[in-house]
């Protein structure tokens, strides 16, 4: 079948896969070094004052392999240095349908004393080349989730200092972080340091018609570095930030995880591989991100059961019934809403029997009588000093000071503790098997940075922060271990820890805390959208509360939906919801789900500009189905216009808009060339086309 010219669709070509597996012999050994990577090993560290490049040589590697098993095959890659007794371990992954490479770096104190410390270590330490020294690369990247209106907005930076200095640094970690941030925001929080608080742990380096997407895998701080010499190589490096310890015997510590994925062509091509190779490979297996009711859990039992029955009278087919925070611990006053109440007391996780005298089980009971599963939201890894479990055990929690404990200060769980962990686990678990809880719900809505950096021991900078994050992986793993079938919502504050490790262990339901505020402006949420999803597939959010229309929802469209019947809080009811507009809502929201999970292109830019029209494409590649939808903002003086659609193989297209009714019929040479025309006479407007293709 045709295509249309610069192809940015997922199609994995021949050549990317050649470099791929290229690159990949070369490391087990078997191949010689490439033009374009760098020909050594792609990380490096220093211990004391020899850096792993005076010792650790591709060539001397003790390499094993194992089997095929889910489309990826590992490697592992062993040195052994004598002279400190270090061991180095890496497990190299391969790929069988995509040009990808990932490892983890594991270093182990094989000796009998301390090492020298550990410092400077880059899991990703290589160069990579433009085809002609004359190719300036450009660096794609976005920002995080920071509760803005631009959370997400795409950025495309060209590497190099100015026309007359090429040479040119990009750095991301806490330092220029925090400068960036204290410029472009004013919050309360210009200092945080969650894995996807700032920029997300993502990036795009083009060099002309081709170039490198990576990541970093790593629940704490992460640093990156593009450094291009202005004649057309760049160096890369990327790894944990704050690091410098030595190893005690027996000791291991670990890298973050780094991916690289090799593209050719339009930049969005490489985008959309980076989305179905993190749906193949780091997506919870089996999974679809759901379309669920919100219900906050200050609200009495009876009034969720009373918004469950009105579900189920008017059929509205949601997935999942949430309960968010406000619905445990002992405190006897009202807690109306996000806003109100003391919901922010964590550390006591009992069901508030104030609020659900006879727990939460009565609420469970209900959603899955009513056809839907049960979410809960859990935050295990704050607690309020004062709850018992901080008095009882002050040991397993981190403070940010050395000054005696203040009444109702934030803690945080030693998720690097044995007992502190384990005590998690069985909480956690305790409560899914006791509330038939479907989905947990975790949230994390603080900074870990300073609370790492206060525990660390003199010469050990870094080991809280190391046996914390593995800690956080080890309690997800045991829970879905515990708990088959489970699904995991990662929340931090919105969308702050999104990286890949927790990628693939979790969905992101709430991806931006800019909607839990009813003066959220809708056209920030088709900007979130539109960035994001570059990036990662599976994320959803809200309508802001209580200002439910079209516009407002089809803004929030995602691979998933909350949408409320009972406004946040417990004073809501349902009385005067639309009905008949939510059972439509999530109708559409259900028809377009399966569509972000194909290939995504935007049709216009992602700014939130008030005078401007968003528009965006989905597409299955392999059977022409998909949807646009367009949106004309507030301010927009243009009553129409006409988008050129990508990447539509040819043949004859059956195309309906939602609102206006009817079919109609065009080929694919017309909808690529002509485009698809579309007039919304009102500001503030919206249209969604379905499509597909339905002959050749």
Request: net charge negative; with cysteine.
């Amino acid at each position: 079948m045709a295509m249309a010219q610069h192809d940015g669709s997922s199609r994995v070509r021949p050549e990317e896969m050649a470099l791929a597996q290229d690159w990949l012999g070369m490391l087990l050994g078997a191949g010689t070094a490439g033009k374009r990577y760098g020909d050594d090993a792609p990380f490096a560290f220093w211990c004391g004052e020899r850096s792993s490049r005076d010792w650790l040589r591709l060539a001397d590697a003790v390499r094993s392999v194992g089997g095929w098993a889910d489309g990826r095959r590992r490697h592992e890659l062993r040195w052994q240095d004598p002279a400190t007794g270090l061991s180095c371990v890496v497990e190299l992954t391969e790929f069988a349908a995509f040009p990808a490479l990932e490892w983890v770096v594991r270093l182990n104190n094989d000796g009998e004393t301390d090492t020298p410390p550990i410092h400077d270590f880059a899991a990703l330490d290589t160069v990579w080349r433009s085809p002609e020294p004359s190719v300036v690369p450009e660096l794609r990247r976005s920002l995080g989730s920071d509760g803005r209106h631009d959370d997400f907005q795409y950025e495309c930076r060209e590497l190099r200092q100015s026309m007359w200095s090429i040479p040119c640094t990009v750095r991301m970690d806490a330092e220029r972080n925090n400068a960036f941030r204290k410029v472009r925001n004013g919050s309360a929080l210009p200092i945080d340091g969650r894995p996807s608080a700032t920029w997300l742990p993502f990036f795009n380096l083009r060099t002309g018609d081709d170039g490198l997407i990576g990541a970093v895998g790593w629940g704490g701080q992460w640093f990156a570095e593009f450094t291009h010499d202005g004649k057309g190589t760049t160096k890369l490096a990327a790894g944990m930030e704050h690091l410098n310890a030595v190893l005690r015997p027996g000791e291991t510590i670990r890298s973050p995880r780094i991916l690289v994925l090799y593209w050719q062509g339009d930049p969005l091509h490489g985008h959309n591989l980076l989305r179905q190779f993190l749906l193949a490979h780091h997506s919870p297996k089996g999974a679809q991100v759901p379309i669920c009711n919100g219900a906050w859990g200050g609200t009495p039992t009876a009034g969720h059961l009373d918004t469950i029955a009105a579900i189920a009278e008017h059929r509205l087919p949601y997935d999942y019934y949430w309960i968010d925070a406000g619905w445990y611990g002992t405190s006897t006053k009202p807690c109306p809403n996000v806003f109100e109440g003391e919901w922010g007391i964590t550390g006591d996780w009992r069901v508030n029997r104030l609020y659900h005298p006879d727990g939460l089980k009565p609420v469970s009971e209900a959603a899955h009588a009513a056809g839907m599963k049960f979410l809960l939201w859990i935050e295990p890894e704050r607690a309020r000093q004062g709850t018992p479990v901080t008095l009882e055990h002050p040991d397993w929690f981190l403070r940010r000071s050395a000054e005696p404990p203040r009444p109702n200060e934030d803690l945080l769980l030693d998720l690097g503790n044995p007992a502190a962990w384990q005590w998690a686990v069985d909480t956690v678990s305790g409560l899914i098997a006791e509330n038939g809880i479907d989905c947990y719900r975790e949230d994390f809505n603080t900074d870990p940075s300073p609370f790492w950096r206060q525990a660390d021991e003199p010469g050990r900078e870094g080991m809280v922060e190391q046996r914390f994050v593995a800690g956080l992986y080890a309690f997800w793993d045991e829970l879905l271990r515990r708990h088959p079938g489970l699904l995991i919502d990662n929340c931090a504050s919105g969308g702050r820890r999104l990286e890949l490790e927790m990628l693939g262990r979790s969905v992101a339901l709430w991806r931006s805390d800019y909607n839990c505020f009813p003066a959220a402006n809708p056209d920030a949420s088709q900007s979130h959208t539109l960035g994001l999803h570059l990036w990662l597939p599976q994320n959803a959010i809200s309508p802001p509360p209580a200002t439910e229309d079209d516009y407002q929802v089809r803004s929030c469209y995602s691979a998933g939906l909350v949408l409320s019947t009972r406004k946040f809080g417990i004073d809501g009811g349902t009385e005067g919801v639309p009905w008949d507009d939510f059972r439509r809502w999530l109708h559409e929201a259900k028809r377009l789900r399966p569509l972000f999970a194909g290939d995504f292109y935007p049709l216009t830019p992602g700014t939130a500009d008030p005078t401007a029209w968003l528009a965006y494409q989905l597409l299955m590649p392999a059977t022409g189905e998909g949807a646009v939808l367009a949106f004309r903002r507030t301010e927009s003086p243009v009553a129409s216009a006409s988008f050129q659609l990508r990447d539509l193989p040819d043949g004859i297209y059956e195309l309906q808009d939602t609102d206006e009714g009817g079919t109609w019929e065009a080929t694919g040479e017309e909808l690529r060339t002509r485009g698809l025309p579309l007039f919304m006479p009102e500001p503030r407007s919206s249209r969604i086309v379905f499509y597909r293709r339905i002959g050749a």
